[in-house]
């Protein structure tokens, strides 16, 4: 019961009924040949519904990997594919892809090509530590895991602290002095979500697998946390 997604944003403006425009119908196929191996690779977005201020869809992308079957390595074609939601957000359109980082990351420049023709038009929503210190501060009783990096403490890279009586730790205002806060897990009061939440805006749900709660969620309380530090 874990699902996993990322935040990004758009560097430069789009209008939501121009992407959705751009990404209507959106189908490109790609031959591939290795021996006697033949396979149509097709990448396409595909059931795109707008909502107010929003648009969902599917993004898919088919690729090659190499396995080993009887003494030889041969070509087998695999299919990714992952849920995404734009939001339009004051003057911010963000960008959530309900997958794994390193998918996330790849999606994310592959829209930014349909969309700008080019990479790094999506990048980052990147999540000050600052900003993560107020979101534990909202709920210090719920924190259960804090995670530092960029330590000052020669030969110590990284410092973390976990239980239930972090709002009690004296630990906790110890090591924000030493390190920047990386990493936070803790439950939502308004929804009673388990969440982890970083730095550069990887957000995952640790007790549902609702793709379209997780979109729910990242709208109501994800968003207006980046808002406040863009």
Request: hydrophobic share 40%; aromatic share 12%; charged share 25%.
């Amino acid at each position: 019961m874990v699902v996993a997604g990322k935040i990004f944003r758009f560097a430069q403006q789009l209008p939501l009924a121009d992407v959705a425009a751009k990404l209507d119908g959106y189908h490109i196929e790609e031959a591939y040949e290795e021996g006697d191996y033949n396979f149509t690779l097709i990448t396409e977005v595909a059931a795109l519904l707008p909502k107010e201020n929003m648009l969902n869809g599917f993004y898919s992308h088919d690729y090659v990997m190499h396995v080993f079957h009887r003494g030889k390595t041969v070509p087998l074609p695999r299919t990714v594919e992952a849920l995404f939601s734009f939001a339009q957000a004051e003057d911010t359109t963000f960008l959530a892809i309900v997958e794994k980082k390193r998918v996330a990351n790849f999606m994310a420049n592959k829209l930014s090509e349909i969309l700008f023709d080019k990479v790094g038009s999506i990048v980052e929503a990147r999540i000050p530590p600052e900003t993560l210190r107020d979101f534990h501060l909202k709920n210090p009783e719920d924190t259960k895991i804090t995670f530092f990096d960029n330590v000052d403490i020669p030969n110590v890279n990284k410092l973390s602290l976990y239980g239930p009586d972090l709002i009690n730790a004296q630990l906790f205002e110890d090591y924000t002095k030493h390190g920047d806060l990386w990493y936070v897990v803790a439950r939502s009061k308004e929804t009673g979500f388990v969440v982890g939440v970083t730095r550069d805006a990887s957000v995952t749900i640790f007790n549902s697998a609702d793709k379209n709660k997780y979109l729910e969620y990242v709208n109501k309380e994800i968003y207006p946390i980046i808002l406040e530090s863009i």
